[in-house]
């Protein structure tokens, strides 16, 4: 049995809760799915917060990337620092993410350069640079964001999960189908004093 598969079992045993990122649909919602009893967080820290306080376990994606319209505001190595010695970083593995595509509104398909913005989360910016090189961006906190903006015309493109997209009339230009590395952590000290916890 693998170290990761152990604790994987340990917290099946104790019916650990485990809290990641949400909004239903966000790829953190899709990896805890192996996971008995998950809750979903508004954001990565929040879920670290939560999970200390409650004794419970933290799903963390390694590529966790937040920013401003302009700089990195957070990111998760800032994040894995910043609780070192109150949260333990349990198990590490990599898998893919729910397939993504770059999609666009129904008035610019087939017209690139008419797509003036694209809303996507940061760790997507990589794609962005590829695909959509120039194009001002709306920063999100999760893909199905992106989404949401895009189909209420506040954005002429984004990045999103296929299955989030395929519920709408957006049109999808290219697939895209990364890996994604993954972090669980669990509480090694007893939150004495959650409050001073930031």
């Given at each position: 049995m693998s170290a990761h598969d152990?604790?994987?079992d340990e917290l099946e045993e104790h019916?650990?809760?485990?809290?990641?990122?949400?909004?239903?649909?966000?790829?953190?919602?899709?990896?805890?799915?192996?996971?008995?009893?998950?809750?979903?967080?508004?954001s990565f820290p929040e879920a670290m917060q939560s999970a200390w306080e409650r004794g419970a376990a933290a799903l963390i994606c390694a590529g966790f990337l937040e920013r401003g319209q302009r700089d990195a505001a957070d990111c998760?190595?800032?994040?894995?620092?910043?609780?070192?010695?109150?949260?333990?970083?349990?198990?590490?593995?990599?898998?893919?993410?729910?397939?993504?595509?770059?999609?666009?509104?129904?008035?610019?398909?087939?017209?690139?350069?008419?797509?003036?913005?694209?809303?996507?989360?940061?760790?997507?910016?990589?794609?962005?640079d590829r695909y959509l090189p120039g194009v001002p961006r709306h920063y999100v906190v999760a893909k199905p964001l992106a989404v949401e903006m895009t189909v209420r015309g506040q954005a002429d493109a984004c990045i999103g999960s296929l299955d989030v997209l395929s519920s709408t009339d957006l049109v999808v230009v290219h697939v895209l189908r990364p890996d994604m590395v993954w972090c669980l952590y669990t509480p090694s000290t007893p939150p004495a004093d959650a409050a001073a916890v930031a």
């Open positions: 152990q604790v994987l019916h650990q809760l485990v809290i990641t990122l949400g909004p239903q649909g966000t790829d953190a919602s899709h990896a805890a799915r192996q996971f008995p009893k998950v809750e979903l967080a508004r998760w190595v800032d994040l894995h620092f910043r609780w070192n010695g109150r949260m333990k970083l349990r198990s590490c593995w990599a898998e893919p993410t729910k397939p993504m595509g770059i999609a666009v509104a129904p008035i610019v398909t087939g017209c690139a350069e008419r797509v003036r913005t694209v809303a996507l989360h940061p760790a997507t910016s990589a794609f962005a």
